[in-house]
């Protein structure tokens, strides 16, 4: 599978990424599975069901010929994606969902906070510039990917400070926390603000899957994003994370992480570290 889906290496990557880059995986357990793509600027999963597939999080339209074969190496056809699913409004985790979702004419699935900002053609908030060095020092732990050119031509509309996220494809109505995911048996979204105030996180309770966007990266060995735009409602999103039986974590950036006890095992980074 390495050979198939080589995960970039960008050496700045390797030099201040503890972890390292993400490499490319399949996860199965207790009727779930779970593909992992690593993309330009963030990770991209599949969740594979008896007869369909969503897509969570593409970040550069760049992505979608690397995601089309994620799913002929699956043995899928396009024709059983059901959904496109961003995780939250910011760019290297949606530029490319637009040009997905209507290349495969899927509709995009959001939750109620993403549902409405898109609705009202506004942009989402953003943390305040207190914090955003933050992800001026993640950068390099993502190997300071450029961005195509396509990217800069449309995609800057999608999940930035001043764009409004214009989708042409079509939006599924909005789910709300609890709500299961259409198509995907076992699978339901839960909201999770914090790192944004519009996150979600997707949970399979019964294999212990969570894919968590940007709630959890793993760039120093697993850690709650310290780039927030809600302290309060953030605490509460890692409370509520904490009391759920969850045995795997999908984030958006960096290597899987497992284990019996792991959302407990997550650092909370003391506020000078990137």
Same mark, same amino acid.
């Given at each position: 599978?390495?050979?198939?889906?080589?995960?970039?290496?960008?050496?700045?990557?390797?030099?201040?990424? &503890?972890?390292?880059? /993400?490499?490319?995986?399949?996860?199965?357990?207790?009727?779930?599975?779970?593909?992992?793509?690593?993309?330009?600027?963030?990770?991209?999963?599949?969740?594979?069901?008896?007869?369909?597939?969503?897509?969570?999080?593409?970040?550069?339209?760049?992505?979608?010929?690397?995601?089309?074969?994620?799913?002929?190496?699956?043995?899928?056809?396009?024709? $059983?994606?059901?959904?496109?699913?961003?995780?939250?409004?910011?760019?290297?985790?949606?530029?490319?969902?637009? /040009?997905?979702? &209507?290349?495969?004419?899927?509709?995009?699935?959001?939750?109620?906070?993403?549902?409405?900002?898109? $609705?009202?053609?506004?942009?989402?908030?953003?943390?305040?510039?207190?914090?955003?060095?933050?992800?001026?020092?993640?950068?390099?732990?993502?190997?300071?990917?450029?961005?195509?050119?396509?990217?800069?031509?449309?995609?800057?509309?999608?999940?930035?400070?001043?764009?409004?996220?214009?989708?042409?494809?079509?939006?599924?109505?909005?789910?709300?926390?609890?709500?299961?995911?259409?198509?995907?048996?076992?699978?339901?979204?839960?909201?999770?603000?914090?790192?944004?105030?519009?996150?979600?996180?997707?949970?399979?309770?019964?294999?212990?899957?969570?894919?968590?966007?940007?709630?959890?990266?793993?760039?120093?060995?697993?850690?709650?994003?310290?780039?927030?735009?809600?302290?309060?409602?953030?605490?509460?999103?890692?409370?509520?994370?904490?009391?759920?039986?969850?045995?795997?974590?999908?984030?958006?950036?960096?290597?899987?992480?497992?284990?019996?006890?792991?959302?407990?095992?997550?650092?909370?980074?003391?506020?000078?570290?990137?």
């Amino acid at each position: 599978m390495a050979q198939a889906f080589p995960a970039p290496r960008p050496i700045l990557a390797r030099l201040t990424s &503890r972890s390292g880059p /993400p490499p490319a995986g399949v996860h199965q357990r207790d009727g779930a599975l779970v593909m992992a793509v690593p993309n330009r600027y963030s990770v991209t999963y599949l969740l594979v069901g008896p007869e369909t597939v969503g897509i969570v999080d593409v970040g550069s339209a760049a992505d979608v010929p690397r995601i089309l074969h994620a799913l002929e190496w699956l043995g899928r056809p396009a024709s $059983q994606v059901c959904a496109v699913i961003p995780t939250h409004l910011h760019f290297d985790h949606v530029m490319g969902i637009d /040009p997905l979702a &209507r290349a495969l004419d899927v509709p995009v699935v959001l939750g109620p906070v993403a549902h409405r900002t898109v $609705q009202r053609g506004r942009a989402p908030r953003f943390p305040d510039h207190r914090h955003r060095w933050h992800a001026w020092a993640g950068w390099p732990m993502q190997g300071l990917p450029f961005l195509p050119e396509r990217d800069w031509r449309q995609g800057l509309a999608f999940g930035t400070p001043w764009g409004t996220n214009p989708f042409r494809a079509r939006l599924a109505p909005p789910l709300a926390d609890g709500d299961p995911l259409p198509g995907l048996p076992g699978w339901c979204l839960l909201e999770t603000p914090g790192h944004s105030e519009d996150a979600v996180c997707l949970f399979h309770e019964q294999s212990g899957f969570l894919v968590c966007g940007d709630t959890v990266r793993n760039f120093l060995g697993g850690e709650w994003n310290p780039l927030w735009v809600d302290a309060e409602g953030f605490a509460r999103t890692r409370e509520r994370l904490a009391g759920l039986p969850i045995r795997t974590l999908f984030p958006g950036h960096g290597p899987v992480l497992e284990g019996p006890d792991v959302v407990r095992q997550v650092r909370l980074l003391p506020p000078y570290l990137p």
